[in-house]
């Protein structure tokens, strides 16, 4: 397999720049990179997040500008979050399926501005639309119900594909929601349009500046550890996968991101499908943190993170970092 040094000097290969290029196993570009986006209410509007230095939500014709943008440098997906007004949260969270809601007025200003262009991701999870701040719906408990909760994110997800949404990802981790959109999606002949699941997504601590962003923080009381999972378990991991597979995802997704590399590299060992990773809001703001304090490059910081996922096994990465990142591979 391998020689003995002398004979094997592993240090050759990495003598020179050209070496290592010709050596080099991963690479990231900016078709790897999914670019999360947060959507407010207005015009010509753009509201820093403080929490997310260099993210802000903007209005529907800024979120134009930064599809466009992302075509531009070679992003070919955006995902789109909503900051719902907080006259239109409810316990039910019906905005969620109103036609004219905000995610759907700016699915479809990005579709007629970009067309296929690029790919527009919409989260399925009532989070921003819920004044409780819960992705479900809740029994008198408390407890966020699971079947009744799938039924509204059956709508909420066609509601989406019918605004000219291409790729449907799941955030709730209610179970056989994949299956039951799976079908809506068929029976209203959106055959074409993927889901993306959050398969294994973590009740993590990692997801605060996340919530500042769509305003769901301040509402949330209690966590999310009754449907989210739990940090300690792998292999439970992917069962939340295989089962996802099963019901009709075409890809899957693991959340937060560089915490839980072990889980992206069983999943795609195992299974083999298109796995991507989210490098979360709390990931993002501890890389901007630790650079602003002199601990580290922030361009080299990130560029080494993304590449961790790739050598993991992902497809991709959804990253707020993305057009960062973009720019300094186009150079
Ligand atoms: C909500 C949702 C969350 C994120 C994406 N979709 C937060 C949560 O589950 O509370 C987190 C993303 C991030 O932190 O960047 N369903």
Same mark, same amino acid.
């Given at each position: 397999?391998?020689?003995?040094?002398?004979?094997t000097r592993l240090r050759r290969s990495r003598a020179t720049g050209w070496s290592r290029a010709l050596h080099r196993e991963n690479l990231i570009t900016p078709a790897d990179l999914i670019w999360p986006l947060f959507v407010t209410e207005g015009n010509g509007v753009e509201e820093p997040i403080a929490s997310l230095p260099g993210v802000s939500r903007w209005s529907v014709d800024g979120i134009v500008a930064r599809a466009k943008?992302?075509?531009?440098?070679?992003?070919?997906?955006?995902?789109?979050?909503?900051?719902?007004?907080?006259?239109?949260? /409810? !316990?039910?969270? @019906?905005?969620?399926?109103?036609?004219?809601?905000?995610?759907?007025?700016?699915?479809?200003?990005?579709?007629?501005?970009?067309?296929?262009?690029?790919?527009?991701?919409?989260?399925?999870?009532?989070?921003?639309?819920?004044?409780?701040?819960?992705?479900?719906?809740?029994?008198?408990?408390?407890?966020?119900?699971?079947?009744?909760?799938?039924?509204?994110?059956? !709508?909420?997800?066609?509601?989406?594909?019918?605004?000219?949404? =291409?790729?449907?990802?799941?955030?709730?981790?209610? =179970?056989?929601?994949?299956?039951?959109?799976?079908?809506?999606?068929?029976?209203? +002949?959106?055959?074409?349009?993927?889901?993306? /699941?959050?398969?294994?997504?973590?009740?993590?601590?990692?997801?605060?500046?996340?919530?500042?962003?769509?305003?769901?923080?301040?509402?949330?009381?209690?966590?999310?550890? /009754?449907?989210?999972?739990?940090?300690?378990?792998?292999?439970?991991?992917?069962?939340?996968?295989?089962? =996802?597979?099963?019901?009709?995802?075409?890809?899957?997704?693991?959340?937060?991101?560089?915490?839980?590399? =072990?889980?992206?590299?069983?999943?795609?060992?195992?299974?083999?499908?298109?796995?991507?990773?989210?490098?979360?809001?709390?990931?993002? @703001?501890?890389?901007?943190? @630790?650079?602003?304090?002199?601990?580290? +490059?922030?361009? @080299?910081?990130?560029?080494?993170?993304?590449?961790?996922?790739?050598?993991?096994?992902?497809?991709?990465?959804?990253?707020?970092?993305?057009?960062?990142?973009?720019?300094?591979?186009?150079?």
């Amino acid at each position: 397999m391998t020689g003995s040094y002398p004979n094997t000097r592993l240090r050759r290969s990495r003598a020179t720049g050209w070496s290592r290029a010709l050596h080099r196993e991963n690479l990231i570009t900016p078709a790897d990179l999914i670019w999360p986006l947060f959507v407010t209410e207005g015009n010509g509007v753009e509201e820093p997040i403080a929490s997310l230095p260099g993210v802000s939500r903007w209005s529907v014709d800024g979120i134009v500008a930064r599809a466009k943008e992302a075509v531009a440098l070679g992003i070919p997906v955006v995902a789109l979050f909503p900051n719902t007004q907080p006259d239109r949260r /409810s !316990d039910d969270g @019906a905005e969620a399926h109103n036609p004219d809601n905000l995610m759907c007025r700016a699915i479809r200003a990005i579709k007629d501005a970009c067309g296929d262009d690029i790919g527009v991701l919409t989260d399925v999870a009532l989070d921003p639309y819920t004044s409780h701040g819960q992705d479900g719906l809740l029994n008198t408990d408390g407890y966020v119900v699971n079947d009744d909760t799938v039924a509204v994110l059956v !709508d909420q997800a066609i509601n989406q594909a019918e605004a000219g949404a =291409d790729i449907i990802a799941p955030s709730d981790m209610m =179970d056989g929601r994949i299956r039951a959109i799976r079908m809506a999606l068929e029976m209203g +002949d959106h055959h074409n349009v993927q889901i993306m /699941s959050y398969a294994a997504k973590y009740a993590s601590a990692f997801y605060g500046p996340f919530r500042d962003a769509v305003g769901s923080g301040g509402l949330l009381k209690g966590d999310k550890k /009754s449907y989210q999972m739990d940090p300690a378990n792998s292999d439970e991991a992917l069962r939340e996968v295989e089962f =996802d597979i099963a019901e009709g995802a075409d890809s899957v997704m693991v959340k937060p991101g560089l915490a839980y590399l =072990d889980i992206i590299y069983r999943v795609k060992q195992q299974f083999g499908v298109p796995v991507f990773a989210y490098q979360v809001s709390g990931e993002y @703001a501890m890389l901007e943190a @630790a650079s602003s304090v002199g601990a580290g +490059d922030r361009d @080299a910081l990130l560029m080494e993170k993304l590449l961790a996922f790739k050598r993991a096994g992902c497809s991709g990465v959804l990253t707020y970092h993305a057009p960062v990142a973009a720019r300094l591979l186009n150079g």
